[in-house]
């Protein structure tokens, strides 16, 4: 690829895509962090901070996360699949009307 040619576009592109990456990796740490918090009886990641990484872009790594540490996956916790589920659909949007709609 040739970065000298990047349009401020492009570039939109890339940073907010960066910015999914870093925070989706770090719903995915967090999540398994927890989880293993959980299992030792040790002091706990707020739920309200899992779910704001989750919603906030994070949510590519939070649901990956929920599944593979089977953490907040039970029914009383339905609201962790839907605020990760609705952080996908919004970001996966976001990103598509960065790509073919928004031109600047």
């Not at 999540?31 to 906030?56: I, N, Q, V």
């Not at 540490?69 to 990760?84: D, L, Q």
């Amino acid at each position: 690829m040739d970065f000298a040619h990047l349009t401020s576009h492009d570039i939109v592109i890339l940073a907010y895509a960066g910015y999914l990456l870093l925070l989706s990796i770090a719903a995915f740490i967090a999540y398994g962090a927890d989880k293993s918090k959980a299992k030792r009886g040790a002091y706990r990641t707020k739920e309200k901070t899992l779910l704001l990484l989750s919603f906030l872009g994070g949510a590519f790594g939070g649901y990956p996360a929920m599944l593979a540490f089977r953490h907040k996956t039970k029914g009383e916790h339905w609201y962790f699949t839907a605020v990760n589920l609705l952080g996908i659909v919004i970001h996966a949007a976001l990103m598509v009307l960065l790509i073919f709609v928004i031109k600047f």
